[in-house]
T-cell receptor
Framework: AQSVTQLDSHVSVSEGTPVLLRCNYS??????LFWYVQHPNKGLQLLLK??????LVKGINGFEAEFKKSETSFHLTKPSAHMSDAAEYFC?????????????FGQGTTLQVKP | GAVVSQHPSWVICKSGTSVKIECRSL??????MFWYRQFPKQSLMLMAT?????????EQGVEKDKFLINHASLTLSTLTVTSAHPEDSSFYIC?????????????FGAGTRLSVL
């Protein structure tokens, strides 16, 4: 069965410092993995997706994530945090090998950015 | 591209009334849409899969007669909360699946906050 675990429920960084949001997954097949961001009272925006084409995936707003099969991880990083990055971040895995679109969400990580 | 519009963004209703929420894919056709419910400070809970031209598939524990889903066209799915009660108050989010370079990607609406008095 597919599952995803976000290791931190809350991460706090200072503006201009690096961001690391950790995600581990479990999958019985080669997964599709995503990171989505949700600002308060808003829907979710796709940050980036892993589709097995390349292990280092670059997304929008300077974010990137690295797929590490040996560690079953898909951590999200950004070199320098901006105040506008404060939001809820979800690590997501496809629910089935056919990638029909159904997803399994992590519990979310709240990113706080301090001035 | 891949914009999903959800309407209304906020609705207040009296207990016992029904509320309809619309989800539209604006620049692509979506055979499949999803409806989620999100409680404060929690992740998204999948309620149902909406398939164009056929009945929706509901997740375990979700009352299909309570949450009516209609996917009448390739760009529109609706969720109707029937006989709403205060415990139905929540944030409801829809998504539409768009095929992007051979991969199915979910694009999300902005959500609807339902408050039942």
């Amino acid at each position: 069965a597919q599952s995803v675990t976000q290791l931190d429920s809350h991460v706090s960084v200072s503006e201009g410092t690096p961001v690391l949001l950790r995600c581990n997954y479990s999958s019985s097949y080669s997964p599709s993995l995503f990171w989505y961001v949700q600002h308060p009272n808003k829907g979710l925006q796709l940050l980036l997706k892993y589709t097995s084409a390349a292990t280092l995936v670059k997304g929008i707003n300077g974010f990137e994530a690295e797929f590490k099969k040996s560690e079953t991880s898909f951590h999200l990083t950004k070199p320098s945090a901006h105040m506008s990055d404060a939001a809820e971040y979800f690590c997501v895995v496809s629910a089935n090998p056919g990638n029909t679109g159904k997803l399994i969400f992590g519990q979310g990580t709240t990113l706080q950015v301090k001035p | 591209g891949a914009v999903v519009s959800q309407h209304p963004s906020w609705v207040i209703c009296k207990s016992g009334t029904s509320v309809k929420i619309e989800c539209r894919s604006l620049d692509f056709q979506a055979t499949t849409m999803f409806w989620y419910r999100q409680f404060p400070k929690q992740s998204l809970m999948l309620m149902a899969t909406s398939n164009e031209g056929s009945k929706a598939t509901y997740e375990q524990g979700v009352e299909k007669d309570k949450f009516l889903i209609n996917h009448a066209s390739l760009t529109l799915s609706t969720l109707t909360v029937t006989s709403a009660h205060p415990e139905d108050s929540s944030f409801y989010i829809c998504s539409a699946v768009n095929r992007d370079r051979g991969m199915n990607i979910q694009y999300f609406g902005a959500g609807t906050r339902l408050s039942v008095l």
